[in-house]
C-alpha cells in the first residue's frame, strides 16, 4: 500500500501505473527496439550483424584456414571487393586517385548517408538507455567507441562498435 495513490473516488492505482507503467517493461521495450533497428539494418544494407555469433565464429576460421590460398577472400587494398560499412567508412580502395572510387564514391554517398542516420539513431537510444539505468555501466566503455567512430565520420565502424555496445546491452539486460 505504500506505494499506491487513492483517487477521491476510492480507486487506487500504483506509481508505476502513474509514471508509465513497469519499468523493466520499459527497459525491455527500449532494448527490443535497438535489436528491431540493427534486423532492419541487416535487411536493408545486406550486412549480418545480427548472424548468430556461430555462424560468424565458423566464416572467421574459414577466412583463416583459406588465407594466402587462391580461395581466400579478396582485400580491398587489392582491388578486392569492399562491404558496404568499409565504404561508409569512406574506404573506396582508390587511394586517393581520381577514377573509378570516385564515380562509386558519388553512387554510394545516399547509401553512406544512411548508415551515418540509422548509426545516429541507434547511437543516442543506447545513450539515453545507459545515462537512464545504471546497470549498463560496464557497457559504456563500447557506447563511448561508438560515439568516437561516430565522430570521426566512421560510420561503418560506428554501427559495428554500436552492435557491440548492444550486444553487451543484452547481456547485461538478460
Excluded at 560496464?138 to 561508438?146: D, F, Q, R, T
Aim: net charge negative.
Amino acid at each position: 500500500m505504500e506505494n499506491e495513490l487513492v483517487s477521491n473516488s476510492g480507486g487506487s492505482v500504483s506509481i508505476d501505473q502513474v509514471l508509465g507503467g513497469d519499468s523493466s517493461d520499459q527497459e525491455a521495450e527500449e532494448v527490443a527496439s535497438i535489436e528491431a533497428d540493427f534486423v532492419q539494418f541487416d535487411a536493408d544494407f545486406g550486412t549480418n550483424l545480427m548472424a548468430p555469433e556461430s555462424a560468424v565464429a565458423s566464416t572467421s576460421m574459414l577466412d583463416q584456414a583459406a588465407e594466402g590460398t587462391p580461395f581466400a577472400a579478396p582485400k580491398a587494398e587489392t582491388g578486392g571487393t569492399l562491404s558496404l560499412l568499409e565504404m561508409a567508412d569512406g574506404n573506396f580502395g582508390d587511394n586517393g586517385e581520381e577514377g573509378f572510387g570516385s564515380w562509386i564514391r558519388d553512387r554510394v554517398k545516399p547509401i553512406v548517408n544512411a548508415i551515418k542516420e540509422r548509426a545516429k539513431k541507434i547511437i543516442a537510444k543506447m545513450v539515453a538507455l545507459a545515462r537512464r539505468l545504471g546497470k549498463y555501466a560496464a557497457c559504456v566503455g563500447k557506447i563511448v567507441a561508438a560515439i568516437a567512430a561516430f565522430k570521426a565520420k566512421k560510420w561503418g565502424t560506428a554501427i559495428k562498435a554500436a552492435f557491440e555496445a548492444f550486444k553487451c546491452i543484452r547481456a547485461q539486460s538478460a
